[in-house]
């Protein structure tokens, strides 16, 4: 009988929660807003809860493997504690890991989410065909999941694929992780709008001021659409985006000489605006990649990649 | 019966052989001058005379079981064939493995020199309790090599570990890799005396210039020495290095969180003199190695790390 297992991407936003076959089929997937429930206790419960219904629900689709999580922030990974988490205040310190297992009394694997997230794309997206890979996310803050060899790359304290805090920038500005210059302050969607705004201050672009005058939010979406239409002011703010990337994966392939790097993550969606000025930095800044069949691509699952990683952990600790 | 290992270290002055036991004994080691040999096949014949003859020599010390053989430069692991070897000219896209092979008949592995050298150190060196670890040779130029749970982690070409040639200075000068402010150029013997060069043009250091005016070469060693006597401009030198190795080591660490980085090659020597400026720079840039149990440490081995590592390497693949 084929097994199936569930995938849980707890957010700041948004807890979510899939039934997923072990040949990657979807059969259900939840999600609830985390900021409805008052404690973190309320979201163990919730999602103790949900994970239990969808398990029962499916049990006749074949034998339950048990419950993969994926949550932001940096883990422990022997304690299955949260050691920081920016985006889950009050999570700090807090044994994630056991308080699920005592909700739920079956296999629970807790993992951060973007190294799920590298795994669901390495099973089932754009890395399906290679057994090795990094994945960059380019959202808020920038994230990163090394999977080497099929297996997440976790390193000895559980804090591997730290990508987004790479130094990337000479004298780049402060970032939040203590340091300066990092990937994350470059190429982030946080940093899309620092420049955004540094543009208005300047007054260097009035198509920029002209639609965040609309009434609409400053966003790196609205810095993407002012691009999109031909501002070239905003236009550049992706093209610095796309040569910092380009020294990130620099040091990447140079490094680790993985077959493939997936970029995903909301900035993803600016592919054309950026990649031409990564492509182009990549190439000045590694013979590796000049050797020419290293790949660099977008990511294929979107927001669903850490769900899908997160079920395949929990199928691959039960095999 | 205990068995042995052939270890070679292909260098671009000397060629080294080495027989050495499973437990780490090295039996006897062989030099030969490479500058005496007319050509890389006279090379490839010598090397395979010595390992035959050690061969033969050692074999009551138990079951032989090959060659590992560490080579400067890029190498195609699949083929073994140098790709790019700026130390052995003329063995430029040489199946460097298959002529070994076809004159000892016996299995022959063979590496990167940095690869070999990183093993080394992990099987009897200064990471002999680790699982993992990278080790960053700071010579002529900046070699590097991975070792992941116990095994050299090659990427898919064979070429990772170049860690040489990651960015770490955003306005630095041009490298020869093509990409420009690489840790090679700023933290190799090269690096050194380039930056002592400048000082003896911009007339910054008196002590210098009088050590040099005395007929000795500008050298890595007569910069250290001069620092080392309280010459200010030739310590800025050294505290300029261990900056942009804490950035390198940032790097690394946030990437791969590994419990060990290991320096070795022969500015190491000069670790006093650039080590606090690398641990500050380390600090400030990393939030994994402030969690307090990454350790940086120099490489215990010395030239000989890239022996134990071949031979090593031998013994891994006939086991």
Not at 42 to 62: F, H, N, P, T
Not at 184 to 212: P, Q, Y
Not at 241 to 256: E, M, P, S, Y
Request: hydrophobic share 45%.
């Amino acid at each position: 009988m084929k097994r199936f297992a569930i995938g849980v991407d707890l957010g700041g936003t948004n807890l979510r929660i899939a039934a997923i076959s072990e040949s990657g089929e979807l059969f259900e997937k939840v999600s609830i807003a985390v900021r409805t429930l008052a404690h973190r206790d309320q979201v163990i419960d919730e999602l103790c809860r949900a994970v239990r219904s969808l398990a029962v629900k499916y049990a006749a689709q074949g034998g339950f493997a048990g419950a993969g999580v994926g949550v932001p922030g940096i883990l422990y990974v022997k304690t299955g504690t949260l050691r920081k988490s920016p985006n889950l205040p009050g999570w700090e310190n807090f044994a994630v890991r056991d308080a699920i297992t005592a909700g739920l009394r079956t296999n629970v694997i807790v993992d951060n989410d973007a190294n799920a997230a590298a795994l669901g794309e390495n099973w089932l997206g754009a890395g399906r065909d290679v057994a090795s890979l990094c994945l960059l996310t380019l959202g808020t803050g920038v994230g990163g999941g090394l999977v080497l060899d099929g297996k997440i790359w976790r390193g000895f304290l559980g804090m591997a694929g730290e990508v987004g805090h790479i130094p990337v920038a000479g004298n780049g500005v402060q970032c939040g992780c203590g340091s300066a210059g990092c990937l994350e302050t470059e190429a982030s969607a946080s940093a899309i709008v620092r420049k955004a705004k540094e543009l208005l201050l300047s007054g260097s672009s009035r198509a920029l001021a002209a639609a965040a005058k609309d009434g609409s939010a400053l966003t790196a979406e609205l810095v993407y659409q002012t691009a999109k239409s031909g501002d070239t002011a905003c236009q550049e703010i992706f093209r610095s985006c796309g040569r910092h990337l380009g020294i990130g994966l620099a040091i990447l392939v140079n490094t680790l000489n993985l077959p493939l790097y997936v970029i995903g993550g909301g900035v993803a969606e600016s592919w054309p605006l950026f990649s031409p000025a990564l492509f182009e930095e990549l190439t000045r800044r590694s013979y590796i990649f000049q050797e020419g069949s290293t790949r660099v691509e977008r990511a294929q699952l979107g927001a669903d990649a850490g769900l899908y990683g997160a079920a395949y952990l929990a199928l691959q600790a039960a095999a």
